[in-house]
């Protein structure tokens, strides 16, 4: 089956950062993905991790280990405008497998 | 270079009805995948759809069934419709079966059952 970890709820302050973690138990793995998703909207691409290590894009990295199981977002110079869900999603089998999302309220 | 969009953007339905929702991918996008997110939930893989073929199905009842069209558009069909199908209706499309080139979301279609 599939486990897929995130924490419910984070707040922090703009212009601070915040770190999200992600726990994944899958039957398989190809990937890593963290999705951004404003209340009733698309979910947009943020980053892709396959290999160990950190990619840095913007404000935004995303680390991954595969013998942990486990990847991180990092979120620099919050802005009023990163208020959202954050989804990591496993790929494997030509499928995304969604946690449930870490909602990031980000306060004046 | 446009991207996905779905149709209608929201729908009521009665239990036992049926509802088709449709899709279009973006430009250059042969595949097309469907996922269910209900309320403070992940999105759940429905199937997936490449060059017309299913290729790819998760754990949703045989009511939930789809078509890829050879413009590459798709649509997913619910039959008898329950009260736990009233979720948002994400339809995704990449090019190539695989992720690698990353997955183009819609908006989604909000259905909701009563």
């Known amino acids: 089956g599939q486990n897929i970890d995130q924490p419910t709820e984070m707040t922090a302050t703009e212009g601070a950062i915040v770190q999200i973690n992600c726990t994944y138990q899958t039957s398989g793995f190809n990937g890593l993905f963290w999705y951004q998703q404003h209340a009733g909207e698309a979910p947009t691409f943020l980053s892709y991790n396959v290999l160990d290590g950190l990619e840095e894009k913007g404000r935004f990295s995303s680390f991954l280990s595969r013998s942990k199981g486990y990847s991180y977002l990092l979120l620099k110079e919050l802005q009023m405008k990163d208020s959202a869900s954050y989804l990591c999603?496993?790929?494997?089998?030509?499928?995304?497998?969604f946690g449930a999302g870490t909602t990031v309220t980000v306060r004046a | 270079e446009t991207g996905v969009t779905q149709s209608p953007t929201h729908l009521i339905k009665t239990r036992g009805q049926q509802v088709t929702l449709r899709c279009s991918s973006q430009?250059?996008?042969?595949?097309v995948s469907w996922y269910q997110q209900a309320l403070g939930q992940g999105p759940q893989f429905i199937f997936q759809y490449y060059r017309e073929e299913e290729n790819g199905r998760g754990n949703f009842p045989p009511r939930f069934s789809g078509l890829q069209f050879p413009n590459y558009s798709s649509e997913l069909n619910v039959n008898a419709l329950e009260l736990d199908d009233s979720a948002l209706y994400l339809c995704a499309s990449s090019s190539g079966q695989g992720a690698m080139k990353g997955y183009t979301f819609g908006s989604g279609t909000r259905l909701t059952v009563v």
């Open positions: 999603a496993v790929y494997n089998d030509y499928k995304l497998s």
């Open positions: 430009s250059g996008h042969n595949t």
